[in-house]
């Protein structure tokens, strides 16, 4: 996979060719050092000054459906604002993202939505997907770490799963990695980390409404 960072516009459309090429092969891509460093140092810095009163517990469903289970997931989030110079950044960079996986998959990619995601030693995610087939809008999932210097005795890894159950990949979370998969087709979970860690989860949606609304919205 990809690993010098994508400061250039060459090497940034290189990277969007590698990815395209991992989701039509296997459904999922991870790269490493995947956005400007400057970026990615700007958002750890953000991340690690925000206190707990600035994250929610997170739940599971949209809506109506929305609610809290523990023993899904244990993790807190903070969604992201573009009047935030650090959070407009990474937004305007996954914007290019968007434009870059139309062009080679034409997947119809109409907007972004993210927040930070917060683990506390213990913490963690079950197995899921992140869409319902034919129940959803979100076709592709983002997660970016922000964890410097994460060892292997520090857990937290991204398990992604095969079709048949079977682990087919296993992500370390380390600092400045990206990881792109199908929302309605990837199964994943997060394993329990032994320190705090930190990411951006994200997904690109698709508008299923007539004109400029977001269909269901934000």
């Known amino acids: 996979m990809a690993t010098e960072p994508l400061d250039s516009a060459q090497s940034r459309e290189a990277m969007f060719d590698e990815l395209a090429a991992a989701l039509s092969e296997r459904g999922y891509a991870v ?87 917060r683990y506390a030693p213990g913490s963690f995610y079950k197995k899921h997907v992140d869409a319902f087939r034919g129940r959803s809008n979100r076709v592709l999932s983002t997660v970016f770490y922000l964890n410097p210097q994460w060892g292997s005795a520090d857990g937290g890894e991204l398990l992604i799963y095969s079709g048949d159950g079977q682990v087919e990949a296993s992500v370390k979370p380390t600092m400045g990695t990206l990881v792109v998969f199908l929302s309605e087709t990837v199964p994943h979970e997060v394993l329990p980390a032994a320190r705090l860690r930190h990411s951006i989860a994200g997904w690109f949606r698709v508008n299923a409404s007539l004109g400029a609304n977001i269909d269901p919205p934000s």
């Open 31 to 117: 790269i490493q050092s995947a956005l400007p460093s400057r970026i990615a140092s700007l958002l750890q810095q953000r991340v690690a000054s925000l206190d707990d009163s600035a994250f929610r517990p997170a739940g599971v469903g949209r809506q109506q459906a929305y609610q809290r289970d523990d023993f899904v997931r244990s993790d807190h989030i903070r969604w992201f604002s573009d009047s935030e110079p650090s959070e407009a950044g990474y937004l305007a960079w996954m914007e290019m993202l968007r434009v870059g996986i139309n062009r080679r998959l034409f997947l119809g990619l109409f907007d972004y939505e993210c927040h930070f995601a």
